[in-house]
C-alpha cells in the first residue's frame, strides 16, 4: 500500500524551510521521481507552499515599503 508523506503544516515552516521543500517537490517532479500515485498530494503541497511563500513575500514587501517610505 501506497503510504502518503505525513507533511510538517505549512504554518509552522519558516519562508527558507517552505522554499526548500517546494524546489524539492519540484526535482522529484522533473526527474520523473514521483510515483503518479502520489501526484495530487505533492501538487496540493506544492500550491500550500507557493502560497505561504507568495504570502510572506507580499507581508515583507509591505513591511519594507512602510520603512522606506513613512509618509505613505
Known amino acids: 500500500m501506497l503510504q502518503i508523506p505525513e507533511f510538517v503544516p505549512v504554518e509552522k515552516l519558516s519562508y527558507s524551510q517552505a522554499l526548500s521543500e517546494l524546489e524539492s517537490i519540484l526535482r522529484k517532479m522533473q526527474s520523473d ?3 503518479i500515485d502520489l501526484l495530487a498530494a505533492y501538487t496540493r503541497r506544492a500550491t500550500q507552499l507557493l502560497t505561504k511563500c507568495r504570502s510572506r513575500l507580499v507581508a ?8 522606506l517610505n513613512p509618509q505613505g
Open 33 to 35: 521521481e514521483l510515483d
Open 60 to 67: 515583507t514587501d509591505k513591511e519594507l515599503q512602510s520603512i
